[in-house]
């Protein structure tokens, strides 16, 4: 029952983006996001999946969310995450730059200006390909580590065809991959960085096998991928923690945290666990204020 509900979630929104595209960028994620509500409201086991879960999160993180309105904003969220990017496709520049209201820039820029490259950490909370596609439009030289996105915009697609050594297409990555492709993969990475690129990856990936730490995150112990700590410890490139929040004014809200920089020496087991429970806090923290991406 819910693997049939969740595909007829994604046909629903193949099929109707197209009308939400006729409306003005914020008009239209508003509307999307109120179908979302929309469902919460006339679904009754999706309503308690949603109070169940956010239950469970005030719990955990020792919150006092209203368990129903902070439920019915989620729902609606739940369904613009779904969506991605594509919402933005044939916008022009401008009429995207009018949906974002970014703050901290000036880390991005700096950590930049250091001329060791970047990485860019995101994760899976709020418009989590957002930040990708803002920093296409506003021309960083960027490139993407993790799997290749699926259910994306077409002109986020487009950036993707970029050949040559450092090319997009051989830094995506697969969790198929052996050991040797996970090396030959981590040096394209370093040598991206070197080169002064930025690298946009995951920091709440969880993983197996090799270069995976544990750690507990929202009241559950998992394996997490450390490939974040290697890259920066190796290419001693800085970091900027991303977070890009949906807000109820139709808006994306997206955040640069000030750079910091993990130690060349961090590449031990206790020492990325460490980096790892550091960035999961971080992220704890947004969802302990921000409980509705």
């Not at 193949?14 to 009308?19: A, D, K, V, W």
């Not at 209201?101 to 994760?123: I, N, P, Q």
């Not at 920091?203 to 995976?212: I, L, N, Q, S």
Request: aromatic content about 10%; hydrophobic content about 40%.
């Amino acid at each position: 029952m819910e693997r049939r509900w969740q595909n007829a979630r994604k046909i629903f929104l193949r099929r109707t983006l197209p009308f939400f595209r006729l409306f003005p960028l914020r008009s239209a994620t508003r509307l999307l996001s109120g179908f979302g509500r929309l469902e919460y409201r006339l679904q009754t086991r999706l309503k308690r999946s949603f109070d169940q879960a956010v239950a469970k999160g005030r719990s955990v993180l020792n919150c006092s969310w209203d368990i129903e309105e902070t439920s019915r904003e989620l729902a609606g969220n739940h369904i613009l995450w779904r969506a991605r990017d594509l919402l933005l496709d044939g916008a022009s520049n401008e009429q995207v730059k009018e949906i974002f209201e970014v703050r901290g820039r000036e880390h991005l820029d700096a950590a930049l200006a250091e001329g060791k490259g970047c990485l860019v950490l995101a994760s899976h909370f709020g418009a989590h390909m957002l930040p990708a596609h803002w920093m296409y439009r506003e021309d960083y030289p960027l490139r993407l580590y993790m799997e290749r996105p699926r259910s994306i915009s077409r002109y986020m697609a487009r950036q993707f065809r970029d050949d040559g050594p450092l090319g997009q297409d051989k830094l995506f990555i697969s969790r198929k991959s052996d050991p040797a492709d996970s090396a030959s993969s981590i040096l394209r990475a370093v040598r991206a960085l070197r080169s002064g690129m930025v690298l946009f990856l995951a920091g709440d990936v969880r993983w197996e096998g090799k270069m995976t730490a544990p750690s507990t995150f929202l009241g559950r112990t998992f394996q997490f991928s450390t490939t974040w700590v290697v890259l920066a410890a190796t290419s001693a490139s800085p970091v900027v923690v991303a977070f890009c929040q949906m807000g109820q004014d139709g808006r994306y809200h997206l955040e640069f945290r000030p750079a910091f920089h993990v130690p060349r020496d961090a590449g031990s087991p206790e020492g990325m666990a460490h980096w790892v429970r550091h960035y999961l806090a971080i992220l704890e923290d947004q969802v302990r204020m921000h409980p509705t991406n």
